[in-house]
């Protein structure tokens, strides 16, 4: 089966440029979440959708991010313009909900660099 | 302070070693827990969940303690490929999310 799905898995651009990361969520699962990791702050969560809603975008650092969900199959997350302080590695990951294990499955994460 | 804390390390241990990790969370609502695990440039990996019962899959261990908000796990035997940095996650189901610690790195050494 395949697993959660990310495009692009490298991303180099320049200050200033829009970056649109894509997600395909595991079949069946109704819940995916966008993190973001770097070495000074870890993993943290930037939006997460139900039944394709979004539930809590608390996360979100700032107005130039955005993330969408049109459908159960497919996400984007948008950074315009981005920053160099935008680079870290974005992982998307879907699960179950409700569901009796919380797992969730991450996608293989798309590594931004921003110049 | 983080809502999920550990010691970031590097434990470097010599392969057959026991190793523990500990974690601290701050919301006493919180759940569920589980441990991670995060290979190299690789995505994070359901490790383990952690019960108040404490439970045991092989040589890992992983145990609950709600009174001191506490969670701990326990590596016997360490492998080589045990190399990689080890997630302490809390649930909340009030919010839906899954809280990450910042992880901590073992080094397993031949």
């Known amino acids: 089966d395949a697993g959660v799905i990310q495009s692009p898995r490298h991303e180099v651009t320049e200050m200033g440029q829009e970056v649109t990361l894509r997600c395909k969520p595991i079949s069946g699962h109704n819940s995916l979440f966008w993190y973001r990791q770097t070495m000074m702050r870890g993993l943290e969560l930037l939006i997460y959708?139900?039944?394709?809603?979004?539930?809590?975008d608390s996360g979100m650092p700032e107005d130039r991010f955005s993330a969408k969900m049109p459908n159960a199959s497919f996400s984007t997350l948008k950074i315009q313009p981005s920053e160099p302080r935008d680079s870290a590695v974005y992982f998307c990951?879907?699960?179950?909900?409700?569901?009796?294990?919380?797992?969730?499955?991450f996608g293989p994460g798309t590594r931004l660099t921003v110049t | 302070r983080k809502e999920v804390e550990q010691d970031p390390g590097p434990f470097n241990v010599p392969e057959g070693a026991t190793v523990a990790f500990n974690c601290t969370y701050s919301?006493?609502?919180?759940?569920?827990f589980f441990w991670y695990r995060q290979d190299c440039r690789k995505e994070p990996k359901l490790l383990m969940s952690v019960y108040s019962s404490g439970n045991e899959d092989g040589r890992f261990t992983a145990q609950l303690n709600r009174a001191s908000q506490y969670i701990s796990l326990l590596i016997r035997d360490s492998k080589l490929s045990d190399s990689a940095t080890y997630l302490c996650v809390a649930y909340s189901g009030n919010t839906g999310k899954l809280i990450f610690g910042q992880g901590t790195t073992l080094q397993v050494k031949p």
């Open positions: 919301n006493s609502a919180s759940q569920s």
């Open positions: 990951a879907s699960s179950l909900f409700p569901g009796t294990v919380k797992e969730q499955y």
């Open positions: 959708f139900n039944n394709n809603v979004p539930i809590d």
